[in-house]
């Protein structure tokens, strides 16, 4: 989309700490013709009531575009203060900068608790959990200590995820299981409750070391409606789903009541997941972008050490993590990076008062796609996925 057609659209997003370094007080970002990202300097924006036919994160007022994500700056609602946010299709809130605790191997509680409470302090309040990282715990005992410190002064600031994992996947164990994930967390609710991955594994199955045999089908009508339940209850404000491709969300959306709030999946420049945001967009499920710097946690060099990522950052005078974490928040997806390093978390916060000119996005849309998370723990040539392809539907 060219400068010409931002004309008079510009009401829509507002994110704050723009600086002159923005250039112009309007944009509309285009990455090959995907989801659009659009900022505008100190207007106050309205807020947006979902409907049950046009979703939260794709509304634009005052005449709906589609494919433009809704940044907010919270202005009735100052849970998440500054920070921009976009409104689920469940009517709430989500901070679209967080950060994952996800490490290996499992640091010890106090440690991170450490990192966590680092996080507060730098301004993060999303905090994306799981069962499976063993990081429940942790984070518990970081947000009772933050609220008896003052850092922050109610649960309320917080935007709280954590996941079902694959061995409670059926549903008889979903309730038991966020009971269990709330009672580590010291929680009554989670602001948003996944199923980790598409899969069923055994009952005795804690991560993703399985065999074959491990692996159950999995019933996602009465799994998911079991989640329905969980969000009924109160316990989660929003449920969604995590590593789903296009057809599995497809399956799932012709039997929900409930329509998942968020698809969490891998992102980054070097897997961009143009076809799966647009699906996304489509039926109003926003997308959280985990992995965002190309899991460096996990040993992989192909975002950080890409050379045409170093180059832009080499010229922008940003860290390459800077340039990766902006180009996902321009596509107005959530970020949840994880650090545990104070200095790394304050520079991945710090990617909102300047942009990416159009030059630098185009450039990163030639990047060369590859899935990372291929997930070859699930993968057996006689069991039930025989090939990633099969796993992923195709979408490699
Ligand atoms: N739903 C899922 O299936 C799924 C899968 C994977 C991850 N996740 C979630 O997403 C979160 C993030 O994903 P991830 O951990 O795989 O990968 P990531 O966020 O892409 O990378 C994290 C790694 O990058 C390093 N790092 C952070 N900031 C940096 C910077 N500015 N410069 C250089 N290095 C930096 C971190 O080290 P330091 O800590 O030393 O800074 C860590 O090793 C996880 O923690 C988890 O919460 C979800």
Not at 30 to 56: D, F, H, Q, W, Y
Not at 266 to 292: N, T
Request: proline share 6%; hydrophobic share 40%; aromatic share 6%.
């Amino acid at each position: 989309m060219g400068g010409e057609e931002t004309k008079g659209v510009a009401d829509a997003i507002d994110v704050p700490h723009q600086t002159e370094e923005m250039g112009s007080a309007e944009a509309v970002r285009s990455m090959g013709g995907n989801t659009l990202v659009k900022v505008v300097i100190g207007e106050k924006v309205k807020e947006a009531v979902p409907t049950k036919e046009e979703k939260c994160d794709t509304q634009v007022e005052p005449q709906p575009q589609e494919g433009v994500a809704q940044i907010e700056k919270e202005d009735n609602d100052q849970r998440f203060g500054s920070q921009p946010t976009v409104t689920l299709n469940s009517g709430r809130k989500i901070p679209l900068l967080g950060t994952g605790t996800a490490s290996f191997p499992i640091p010890p509680i106090e440690d991170l608790k450490n990192a966590i409470l680092d996080a507060m302090e730098v301004g993060y309040r999303h905090f994306d959990s799981a069962a499976l990282y063993q990081s429940e715990e942790g984070l518990g005992v970081a947000i009772a200590e933050a609220l008896e410190k003052g850092l922050i002064k109610s649960r309320d600031e917080l935007f709280i995820t954590t996941k079902l994992w694959c061995n409670n996947a059926c549903p008889e164990r979903v309730l038991p299981a966020i009971r269990e994930s709330l009672r580590k967390l010291k929680l009554e609710y989670v602001d948003l409750y996944l199923i980790h991955f598409p899969v069923r594994l055994k009952e005795g199955i804690l991560d993703t070391t399985c065999e074959k045999d491990d692996i159950l089908p999995l019933d996602m009508k009465s799994t998911w409606e079991a989640m329905e339940e969980v969000h009924k209850l109160g316990l989660a404000k929003s449920i969604g789903v995590s590593n789903f491709t296009c057809k599995k969300l497809t399956d799932l959306l012709a039997h929900a009541k409930i329509p998942p709030a968020v698809n969490q999946v891998e992102m980054h420049p070097v897997w961009q997941q143009k076809k799966l945001r647009d699906f996304c967009s489509d039926k109003g499920i926003h997308v959280s972008a985990y992995s965002p710097l190309g899991a460096k946690e996990w040993g992989f060099d192909v975002v950080l050490g890409n050379a045409l990522i170093n180059d832009i950052a080499h010229a922008k005078g940003k860290s390459v993590a800077q340039i990766a974490l902006r180009w996902g928040f321009e596509q107005g997806v959530s970020l949840i990076p994880k650090s545990f390093n104070k200095g790394r978390l304050k520079q991945n916060f710090a990617i909102l008062d300047w942009q990416l000119t159009e030059e630098e996005l185009q450039k990163i849309g030639t990047i060369p796609q590859k899935r990372i998370a291929t997930m070859p723990e699930f993968i057996f040539p006689d069991g039930m996925f025989k090939s990633p392809e099969e796993f992923w539907d195709g979408e490699m």
